[in-house]
């Protein structure tokens, strides 16, 4: 089986950067899609971005397009979203997650999930 741990969260200030990393294990990484959700107290979990299993195609939330990037490293089985311009409604618990199959928004379509990375943005 596959599995994911994220790290890189941290708090900053409104404006500022964070770039999260999530480390696989598992032979079948590379043919996994992985994306990244988050979920801030008392809300759904909430698609953020996706990236194909080459890396050739990526998809973003409108709310982050032109500020965040996904990004893997198969040969590391390694995936990254670098994260700027920080908003505080940004503030969540940022999760990795994959699947052999799916690749779409929703997160009930993936099966593998890392335990996830507190971002916090300050005003």
């Known amino acids: 089986q596959v599995q994911l741990v994220e790290s890189g969260g941290g708090l900053v200030q409104a404006g500022g950067s964070l770039r999260l990393s999530c480390v696989a294990s598992g032979r079948t990484f590379s043919s996994c899609a992985m994306g990244w959700f988050r979920q801030a107290p008392g809300k759904e979990r909430e698609f953020v971005a996706v990236i194909s299993r080459s890396g050739g195609t990526t998809s973003y939330t409108n709310s982050v397009k032109g500020r965040f990037t996904i990004s893997r490293d198969n040969a590391k089985n390694m995936v990254y979203l670098q994260m700027n311009s920080l908003k505080p409604e940004d503030t969540a618990v940022y999760y990795c997650?994959?699947?052999?199959?799916?690749?779409?928004?929703?997160?009930?379509?993936?099966?593998?999930w890392g335990q996830g990375t507190q971002v916090t943005v300050s005003s």
């Open positions: 997650a994959g699947d052999l199959y799916y690749s779409g928004t929703s997160s009930h379509g993936y099966n593998y």
